[in-house]
Each structure stands twice: as C-alpha cells, then as structure tokens.
C-alpha cells in the first residue's frame, strides 16, 4: 500500500508559479512511474504529466507543456510539479498518482490550486 499525500498548492496571480509536492509513505516508489493529474469543477479529470521510475523520462499534456515540469526525488519518495505562467484556466485540485502495473493505483486526496486573473 501507498499512501501519497499533496501539498503546495494556494491562491496565485495569473504569470505566478507554484511547486506542488508529493510525498509517498508505505512503501517506496522508486519502482513506480508517478503521474500528476487536476479536476476542475464541473469538469474529468485531466491528466498533466508523467514520469518513470528513474525521472529519466517525461511527458506532458499539450495544455501544460513549456509551464509545467514534473521531478522527483526518490531518496525522499517524493514528485514534485512545478508550474510557472500560470492561467486562471489552471484552476482545480491538482493529484499526484503511483502507477503500478501500468495503471494508476494510488491517488492522494489533491491540493487545490487557484489562479486568479
């Protein structure tokens, strides 16, 4: 089992930055590719970005790509987000996910992320 649990998240201006983190407990992750995903309301959840195991490789999506970079630390079991230029449109509870055979297993319970303009 795994537990993760966000924080960083608050109140910014539009074209601020914020640096979500995410801490896992349990268990390591360091076997396990980690995902960022957000949830605005009324709206799916939408998925940000990934990265595996070793932080060798990343993807994001197209909405977020060139702002948004996902790191990690695993001697501190922790995926970090960090957002610059950000929009208003970027408003929403922001989720860091373990993947585990090839699905995503483990979720937190979000930090919320407010942009105002």
């Known amino acids: 089992q795994v537990q993760l649990v966000e924080s960083g998240g608050g109140l910014v201006q539009a074209g601020g930055s914020l640096r979500l983190s995410c801490v896992a407990s349990?268990?390591?992750?360091?076997?396990?590719?980690m995902g960022w995903f957000r949830q605005a309301a009324g709206k799916e959840r939408e998925f940000l970005a990934t990265?595996?195991?070793?932080?060798?490789?990343?993807s994001y999506a197209d909405s977020v790509k060139g702002r948004f970079t996902i790191s990690r630390d695993n001697a501190k079991n922790t995926v970090y987000l960090q957002m610059n230029s950000l929009k208003p449109e970027d408003t929403a509870l922001y989720y860091c996910a373990a993947q585990t055979a090839g699905s995503y297993d483990y979720w937190g319970q979000g930090t919320q992320v407010t942009v105002s303009s």
């Open positions: 349990g268990r390591a992750i360091t076997s396990d590719a």
């Open positions: 990265i595996n195991w070793r932080g060798s490789i990343t």
